[in-house]
């Protein structure tokens, strides 16, 4: 390392200078890289392809990344989608041709917010991905599947990040409080178990939030008269700008089960009151918000549809007005909910469904579904709208066309609603 980049580094945020820089020291994600994964062998033996890494920030899809580079003998070029256009990506497509045709030597790609790329950029890495002459190693915090082009995806491994664990998080942090070399060893930091613990719940699995709080706190905390520079959960709280919850994490969960049993239950009073002992708490009232648009499909469901308008309305309401004012939207649609009819007819068909589609064996479409013909005797589809907007015919594949999912409730609009006649061979 030179000196500009040893002065980059010593000038560098604590959580850039405590990036891992081998998989021994790397924290978390242990379904995808523990001892004998799959991604640990492929990239110790120096054999990944491409891949995408996607999960939440700050949980080690960079630093991951980084770490592949290291280990392997290829070359290796970074990209940022926000700021790369396809003039860029043309450019290391044709040096990584000459280094692969002259020297057989690989090029890996890494491209950060590879979700920003749009289609015609995706496109000019494709050639280059299948001649092997490109690794393309993405990394975004969108679901892959969604958000970008199924061309790229296709040729991709995909890897999930997860939310780092409350003990991902303080080992990380004693590491930083230890580490004189790069991290705060030499400032003779103390952090507290209950300043750990708080940094861990507050950071919800977001390393890089954790250790920029950390910092933070320990360059603007005075030292004591022991040449100490103490955080405590006080200084903790500053630092993250989240208040402490006032109950541990099981009765955190404790409390947002029995808001949820509440509204289940059609008891107004108990739901609104877990749900403000929640926010006191310094639960983030979205969360609240999300649990109740789930619950309005899962226990009113089409005995009252308007729950669920009303349960969204809320989450756009706090998430424009935050609080006070949008505890008013989430207060209305709780005592809707509680009061809404019962039917959890959707959710009993969600999970039919579910299985049915794992286990199918013989999923086939039917002929006239199809957007072709197989063969001229294919049986012609019906349009609806030519009979009066229903025309009885084969929807499902010929294993399930004797299966029902949606069976409605005796109660709210549902209340003797007729269905649409089932198809039965």
Not at 351 to 356: G, L, R, T
Request: some cysteine; aromatic content about 8%; overall charge positive.
């Amino acid at each position: 390392m030179d000196l500009f980049s040893q002065n980059a580094l010593k000038n560098a945020p604590l959580y850039e200078r405590m990036r891992p820089s081998n998989l021994d020291e790397f924290v978390g994600q242990e379904h995808i890289v523990g001892k004998n994964s799959l991604l640990r062998r492929a990239i110790q033996s120096d054999m990944l392809g491409s891949c995408i890494f996607f999960g939440p920030p700050g949980t080690g899809k960079t630093t991951l990344a980084n770490i592949i580079t290291k280990s392997t003998g290829s070359k290796f070029v970074k990209l940022n989608a926000v700021s790369s256009g396809v003039a860029d990506a043309k450019k290391v497509i044709d040096e990584a041709r000459k280094d692969f045709q002259f020297f057989g030597k690989r090029t890996y790609l890494l491209l950060d917010e590879c979700h920003r790329w749009n289609k015609a950029q995706s496109d000019s890495v494709l050639a280059a991905i299948e001649e092997g002459c490109i690794i393309f190693i993405g990394s975004t915090t969108e679901n892959p599947y969604m958000s970008m082009t199924p061309a790229i995806v296709s040729r991709c491994r995909i890897f999930q990040f997860k939310p780092l664990s409350n003990q991902n998080i303080i080992s990380a942090l004693e590491r930083a409080v230890n580490n004189s070399e790069k991290g705060l060893g030499k400032l003779n930091v103390q952090l507290t178990d209950e300043a750990k613990k708080h940094y861990a719940w507050a950071s919800a699995g977001d390393l890089r939030c954790a250790l920029g709080a950390l910092e933070l706190a320990a360059k603007t905390t005075p030292i004591n008269k022991e040449g100490k520079i103490i955080i405590d959960k006080t200084v903790a709280e500053q630092s993250i700008q989240t208040k402490a919850l006032s109950v541990d994490e099981n009765i955190f969960y404790d409390m947002l089960s029995a808001f949820c049993k509440s509204l289940r239950g059609s008891d107004a009073e108990a739901a609104l009151f877990w749900a403000n002992r929640l926010i006191e708490a310094g639960c983030a009232p979205l969360i609240i918000a999300r649990r109740l648009m789930a619950h309005a499909s899962e226990d009113v469901g089409m005995a009252d549809s308007n729950a669920l308008l009303l349960a969204t309305c809320a989450l756009v309401s706090l998430k424009n007005l935050g609080l006070p004012e949008g505890n008013l939207a989430l207060t209305h649609a709780i005592i809707y909910v509680c009061e809404a009819p019962k039917s959890n007819s959707v959710v009993v068909a969600m999970n039919k469904a579910q299985e049915d589609a794992k286990n199918a064996r013989n999923d086939a479409v039917p002929s006239h579904l199809k957007n072709h013909s197989d063969h001229k005797n294919t049986p012609k589809y019906k349009y609806p709208h030519d009979f009066g907007g229903y025309v009885f015919q084969q929807y499902m594949p010929d294993e399930l066309v004797n299966q029902v999912y949606y069976v409605p409730s005796e109660n709210g609009r549902e209340k003797g609603f007729v269905r649409k006649k089932i198809w039965k061979k």
